[in-house]
């Protein structure tokens, strides 16, 4: 019962103050200023003291979000997985909530991940040292630059781009980032060499029987829309990935919180593959 060796570990700490002091510590249990971790594995038990307190991945700019919207730094991971350095143009087209172009944006701009958080559980520690937590951050802000590289999202959903754009801007990104509504069967590549990334609906977001379909439309599109590009694409669907048509050159397991999911690279090569020719 982990509620049991909640109460040990609370009940250690206020008896060693108690010890100490001569009285109990009063805590607020909803806004605690110290928040403790107790990890139990077999007979290994980790104690330790919670520096963030908000999961580091929130990075605080999406407020606005689709239905089962990717981890933030699920996002950024699958990004730098793929080798994109911000020399080539990124598209999203079933981009959602905007996630991944926006990540891909403040890697591109140098934009910390931290940026828009309130706060740090550190900063109730005694020895935090406000002084020096604003030189680093100050030096991490003057390394923010401007790119010029073309990160675009579109989404069939006028909602999904509308929070997108949404959460653009509250991460400072509206000149560096743009998104449109449009389906992506009608997109064509306008880079010989850019990057996709595509997140598709789930089981959970769309009927079994549409499933296929839009996988087979996934595969028609890259072959003859988008020719020299390099797609990724990720889901937790792996049946459906054969409806794609097209061979990975690539796999990865990854996971979406709990939920298992396979990342997969597709080159969309100009001409034959035996020509290999970009």
Not at 136 to 154: A, C
Not at 180 to 186: M, N
Request: net charge neutral.
């Amino acid at each position: 019962h982990t509620g049991y060796a909640e109460l040990i570990l609370k009940d250690s700490v206020a008896d060693y103050f108690r010890k100490k002091t001569g009285r109990r510590p009063s805590v607020d249990t909803s806004d605690p200023g110290i928040l403790i971790n107790l990890h139990i594995s077999n007979d290994l038990v980790t104690i330790s003291i919670d520096s963030s307190v908000i999961p580091l991945f929130k990075r605080g700019y999406r407020q606005e979000q689709a239905v089962a919207p990717l981890n933030e730094v699920l996002a950024a991971g699958i990004i730098l997985l793929s080798g994109w350095n911000a020399s080539a143009s990124l598209t999203d087209p079933m981009t959602g909530s905007g996630t991944i172009p926006i990540e891909a944006g403040m890697i591109a701009c140098k934009i910390p991940p931290g940026k828009f958080r309130q706060f740090f559980g550190f900063q109730r520690w005694k020895d935090f040292d406000n002084e020096l937590f604003g030189k680093v951050k100050q030096l991490s802000d003057s390394q923010i630059i401007n790119s010029p590289v073309r990160i675009f999202g579109s989404d069939i959903s006028e909602l999904a781009v509308l929070q997108a754009k949404a959460n653009a801007e509250r991460a400072g990104l509206s000149e560096s980032v743009s998104f449109e509504v449009s389906d992506f069967r009608d997109l064509k590549s306008i880079d010989d060499q850019g990057y996709m990334f595509l997140n598709p609906p789930y089981g959970q977001r769309i009927k079994p029987d549409e499933i296929d379909l839009l996988y087979g439309m996934i595969g028609t599109t890259l072959k003859h829309n988008f020719s020299g590009t390099t797609a990724w694409l990720i889901t937790s669907d792996k049946e459906s990935l054969k409806n794609v048509g097209l061979k990975p050159k690539e796999k990865h397991t990854l996971f979406n919180g709990a939920l298992e999911c396979i990342l997969v690279k597709y080159e969309m090569y100009q001409g034959t593959r035996k020509q290999g020719k970009r």
